[in-house]
């Protein structure tokens, strides 16, 4: 043989796949190899180029080569061929090996078919191709689960979900993907003590001794079915048994965010950070509470950090547009479009991309945002995303039966209680209503200061500014919120109190220097003290327009 097949394997199991492509096409070339004389040899060297192609990302070729190592197969002599339809283990490296074996696995071959095209998204080709798979290993189960959950066939996600448990019960993005598809606890874990034979159960003390794993499940669970807080209490019990887990960090760390608990799940990302400084895992969410906070030296240099860790990922695109969403929204934008382009799948980019369209009051495109979320995952931010969107573009009976059913899926939320009663606020028939949900919010969570602030605005709708005033100062004496001084000041300031407003803009700013609303609140009270119209626009207004491009070629240098 001119080229001998091994040295493609052994610069396989280096990673050297360029030199592995350009030996595999002398290869495949030569004419030693023959597919008349050796349909075999020729199958065996194509899956070897096959796999020099995937590896480099060029899925394609990658599809056609294979391609041609089957039809190569399909010419081999039955009573010779050693063809094995059985199916193996199969990894990255598994036909790096072939070289040695005379069997050809065509299984696997079509399962490299099935993954590539599951890498350009191509999901009806990829299970097509996998359907002809009969006995399938663990991790073409766990393909077969990703792509019917991407067409959305629920029910066979489920199925091969359980079947990977059944080989394997630590696959916990398994567990995870159940939990999403609204399995039981119960319904998870009892995969687990089923052998793949489904003929023999065994103890769950021998796969999970310390329960450590029945814990995972329950909280994912809770999580899936917003039971925060249990989902905090199991997170917080794990992490007694595996303290400073990256894993359970950031599991609760989404959590807290979800529930409004924002500065604690900024000190848990800020953990994650400190432990493991190259993670990308949900930094995209600490990039959004960043910027609630109005952080933008932090939200600035995070960005920085995950540009030179991985410039390509979803999560970088997302932080990367809420960094820009106060200098040029259009940027924000663009960079929350990328960040689905790259993945279509990412909840966050869609949340982000649909906050930015309410802003730029176009609610239409805003609601189709929110709703790609909701489709992937329902979470709060997706139902509030989606009744604000309604509600923007007048419709109200869709905003009421959204808010309800965020109602029912979180009945122990205040933040869901509340969204009811926004909706009911924005009819002048229904403030009594949004008035009753917004005092069974602050029952069921005394601090929650976004009810507070909302009845606040219902006292000053109906013209009760005393009564605003009232239940804001009295949160303030509990809740040092820069949220509330806000709040009040915007309320002294509607009624020409303006020096008890320029108080409490003084004091938020003094909790937090970086409060846009306070700094812009301030800005607008010190031009009325000073008898200037605080609407009238600013000579610097042309230059600040005039910026906007260099700050558009900064982003593309980024």
């Known amino acids: 043989m001119d080229v001998p097949k091994d040295q493609i394997a052994t610069l396989m199991e280096h990673g050297l796949y360029d030199s592995a492509e350009m030996l595999g096409c002398f290869l495949v070339s030569s004419s030693t190899v023959s597919s008349e004389a050796s349909p075999h040899l020729k199958a065996e060297t194509l899956i070897l ?10 899925y394609r070729r990658a599809i056609h080569t294979y391609k041609q190592a089957l039809h190569h197969c399909a010419r081999i002599p039955k009573q010779s061929s050693g063809i094995s339809r059985s199916s193996l283990s199969l990894s990255t490296r598994s036909s790096v090996n072939a070289s040695s074996v005379s069997a050809i696995n065509e299984n696997e071959v079509r399962f490299k078919i099935a993954s590539s095209h599951f ?58 993907g159940l939990a999403e598809l609204g399995a039981t606890a119960k319904d998870i874990i009892s995969a687990f003590t089923q052998t793949s034979s489904r003929s023999t159960k065994v103890s769950l003390d021998q796969i999970d ?44 760390a989404k959590v807290e965010a979800i529930i409004g608990k924002n500065d604690e799940a900024i000190m848990r990302f800020e953990k994650v950070r400190s432990i493991d400084p190259y993670t990308l895992t949900c930094m995209d969410e600490y990039a959004m509470l960043l910027q609630m906070k109005c952080d933008y030296s932090r939200l600035n240099k ?16 997302v932080a990367l547009s809420v960094l820009w969403e106060r200098k040029d929204p259009r940027t924000a934008l663009s ?48 139902y509030q995303g989606l009744v604000h969107s309604y509600l923007a573009f007048g419709k109200t009976k869709e905003a009421l039966y959204t808010a309800r059913e965020a109602m029912n899926a979180m009945p122990q939320s205040a933040k869901a209680l509340k969204l009811v009663g926004d909706v009911h606020a924005n009819t002048s028939s229904g403030r009594e209503k949004a008035k009753k949900f917004y005092e069974s919010a602050l029952r069921l969570e005394p601090g929650y200061l976004g009810a507070a602030i909302a009845l606040a605005d219902l006292h000053l709708m109906e ?3 005393g009564d605003a005033v009232s239940l804001l100062e009295r949160y303030l004496k509990d809740w040092a919120d820069e949220s509330l001084h806000v709040k ?42 000073k008898g200037i119209d605080p609407d009238a626009v600013d000579e610097n207004d042309e230059n600040d327009v005039e910026d906007v491009d260099g700050d558009t070629e900064e982003a593309e240098l980024m």
């Open 49 to 58: 180029l096959g796999d020099a192609l995937f590896h480099q990302r060029e």
């Open 302 to 317: 995070l960005v920085h950090d995950l540009l030179s860790i991985d410039h390509t990922r979803a999560e970088v695109f």
């Open 335 to 382: 960079y929350a479009e990328k960040s689905i382009r790259v993945d279509e799948r990412h909840i966050s980019g869609y949340i982000v991309k649909g906050n930015f369209l309410l802003l730029a009051k176009r609610p239409e495109a805003a609601a189709i945002a929110f709703r790609a979320a909701q489709n992937l995952r329902s979470d709060l931010r997706s």
């Open 119 to 176: 890498a350009l998204s191509e999901t009806k080709a990829a299970i097509a191709e996998m359907e002809s798979v009969k006995t399938r290993s663990l991790e073409m189960n766990i393909l077969m689960a990703k792509l019917h959950r991407n067409s959305g066939y629920n029910r066979g996600a489920i199925a091969f979900y359980k079947e990977c448990l059944r080989q394997c019960p630590y696959v916990l993005e398994a567990i995870i």
């Open 463 to 465: 013209g009760r500014s």
């Open 209 to 252: 001794p310390t329960r450590w794993l029945q814990r995972y499940v329950e909280a994912q669970c809770c999580v899936a079915s917003h039971a925060y807080k249990g989902a905090l209490e199991l997170f917080a019990e794990l992490l007694q048994r595996f303290p400073n887990n990256v894993h359970l960090l950031t599991e609760t």
């Open 488 to 529: 009040l000041a915007q309320v002294f300031a509607a009624t020409n109190m303006l020096q008890d407003s320029l108080s409490h803009y003084q004091a938020a700013l003094r909790i937090n220097p970086q409060n846009e609303a306070a700094k812009k609140g301030l800005d607008r009270l010190e031009k009325l003290m």
